[in-house]
């Protein structure tokens, strides 16, 4: 039975989440939903390269499912697109070899989050950012931006109720850059702990306005202490913007 | 009497354009109810660099009016855009001299048009491109994009009932270019006819898709007819981005 994998783009607004919940809609739900309307057929659960929390987006989710016998995926695509109305699309639809698991083979993933920094409200970007108004001090930012390079104990970054088996994980690329008023931080890592970007980004802001003015990243990484990072940034402002895997690399990143 | 010089930003989508019409909610009737509702006073008509057109979004409008006193602009700009819940945001409010006119004063503007080029629809960005499926030759469109700058009779390029005096303008900035499934094509000129970045746009895409195979855009804009050039383009992929003034150049840009 064929294994079809997907990239697909969401808005994190349209959903409580990826993961499966009753009485709510969720990513794995809805769009498990869509492909079995769409075929007229059960297909496996939905694999996803992870979950991502309820709010947060992707540009090039990556997700796989059996099927009883092969679609036609340019149908399929286009189908399933059309009944998520807005809330999903499906970048694109392929045949993937059985053994091929979206998270487990994943090398990498990439996320992005958006800040916006000025007094006013945002508009046009209105819920797809962070809306920051306090000065920021950019040097401290882009310093604690770079300490997260490279392998770390990540525990002071986790999420409360995180029960991860290891806390360690290797941060390949961990980057700040500024687009007009934009703040804009790019993040890839081996892996993520639940809330961690969002826990990386409230502690950047609090290195920048002063918050944590007695503290380095380097320092909170070493203390492992939650309470000793920043506030957990909003879910608008994060996107899951592709996942890397050695015999795919660099073609999970949506688009065209 | 203080002139005061606001710089907005707005959702096209939330209005039937700049120009106050009865009945239905533009930018210059909001805006001015907003403006005289936390003011508790009238304030002059407003005046614009410009028209946008329903649905046209504006990243740097730049906007005048007269008070019969000074208030304070900071909370000025808080007010109104709070009144305005994330449809307009004031991202500026300054003292210009009496003599400053945003339209007449204005040396030249700059408008971004969004292209969203891929088979998927858009979702994280739906409603703030034009989301275009077929195949496009971006050669012939980045020939024509550089066909443009300079002096032109632009006949062929404004709208069905556009009135203006002369349609000659100057364009000293017209470039495409390609980010991730994104055709970005950013104009500075002059000034433009009513439609006529629309009308550049549409043709630009003509021209991309074979739809315009036997002409360039030096022949359309030769041919001075309108009905040469290609269609007019939806107008949510289209902002206003700054306007140029030869005392504040660069400065109205919007942002921080």
Redesign the interface.
Known sequence: MPNIRLIV???GAAFHGWQLQVGVATVQGELQAAIETFLRTSVSSLLASGRTDSGV?A?AQVVTFVVPELPDL?RL??GV??IMR??????SAEVVPDSFHPREDAVSKRYLYRIM????????D?G?VWEVQQPLDLERMLEGAKQLIGEHDFAALRAAGCTARTTVRTIFESELSCV??EIIYRVRGSGFLRYMVRNIVGTLVGLGDGTLCDSSMAQILASKDRAQAGVTAPPCGL?LESVQYEQWRDTA????
Do not use: F, I, Q
């Open positions: 783009e969401y808005d987006h540009r340019a695509a286009w697109s059309s807005g809330k999903l699309a499906v970048l920094h000025r007094y006013a409200p945002a508009v046009l209105r797809r007009g008023p996107y990143t949506g688009g065209t």
